[in-house]
């Protein structure tokens, strides 16, 4: 349905028809500098195999994974709010998420980003 285009050897993400993830400018601020150190790896990069990665890029890629990490733990830090746990027995508690409520939780304008995002693969794996 939308449609994410990423073209790494021109350094460009294009997004037809998605709407901006909540709080995307603090986000794209938060990761150019890890951004700005992959980037100047690259020259090097293209002159070595891939599975080879300097001390460098290992430490770029950590920054840019645990600033996307505590970016969706901001997200959904209100997640238990919206959860029921049923617990009639210790053994097997089972929680629902009342995925309605969580998205009507955020602003109007990133309702929709989180609509989408609550059905994916990565939002379930969390």
């Known amino acids: 349905q939308h449609l994410c285009r990423i073209n ?44 080879e990665v300097s001390p460098g890029q290992i430490e770029a890629a950590r920054g840019f994974l645990s600033v996307l990490h ?18 009639r027995t210790t053994d097997d508690k089972v929680t629902l998420l009342l995925k309605d409520s969580f998205v009507e939780s955020f602003s109007h304008r990133d309702r929709q980003f989180m609509r989408h995002f609550v059905e994916t693969q990565m939002f379930s794996a969390y």
């Open 70 to 87: 505590r970016h969706f733990q901001l997200v959904c830090a209100s997640l238990t709010q919206h959860t029921i746990t049923d617990v």
């Open 8 to 51: 790494v050897y021109k350094d460009r993400v294009t997004l037809k028809d998605c709407p901006p993830m909540p709080r995307h400018r603090d986000l794209i601020s938060a990761l150019r500098p890890f951004h700005y150190r992959l980037m100047l790896a690259g020259p090097s990069a293209k002159r070595r195999p891939l599975v």
